[in-house]
């Protein structure tokens, strides 16, 4: 995400929703967002900051991501593994401030994650653990 604040929202929110957050970042975090964020997430997950996408993708797999929340550098490096993605870039559309934005949030959510498009990749073909087909 390009502002720590946004990380922090979107921490806020999937926690809200049950989800665990396994990797998270910033483009222009300080020292004082990465501790932030470092606290708000539980331990393993992995903090980046400005990460080039063959970083981004390699956590990703580790991790075994379902969903990858990004803007326009996230986007192709999820669809090409095989992941959900939520747009969050700051041209939205559709908003996502209080509780009319958590709902489409949540409602955005559910949709990307549990669409039936994912058990076609051949990422979602193999056994959580075992090397990707990628």
Not at 27 to 54: A, F, H, W
Not at 83 to 106: Q, S, T, W, Y
Not at 113 to 125: A, E, G, M
């Amino acid at each position: 995400m390009g502002g720590a604040f946004k990380a922090f929202s979107l921490i806020k929110a999937l926690k809200t929703l049950g989800m665990e957050v396994i990797l998270a970042g910033s483009q222009t975090g300080t020292k004082e967002d990465y501790e932030v964020l470092r606290q708000m997430c539980n331990d393993g997950t992995v903090i980046l900051d400005d990460s080039p996408p063959p970083e981004l993708a390699k956590y990703a797999v580790e991790k075994d991501a379902d969903l990858f929340i990004g803007g326009v550098k996230e986007r192709p490096i999820a669809y090409k593994m095989g992941i959900g993605f939520c747009d969050h870039n700051h041209e939205r559309k559709i908003p996502l401030v209080g509780f009319e934005g958590m709902v489409n949030f949540a409602k955005e959510v559910h949709e990307t994650v549990t669409s039936p498009v994912w058990d076609l990749v051949p990422r979602r073909q193999n056994p959580a653990g075992k090397e990707s087909a990628i």
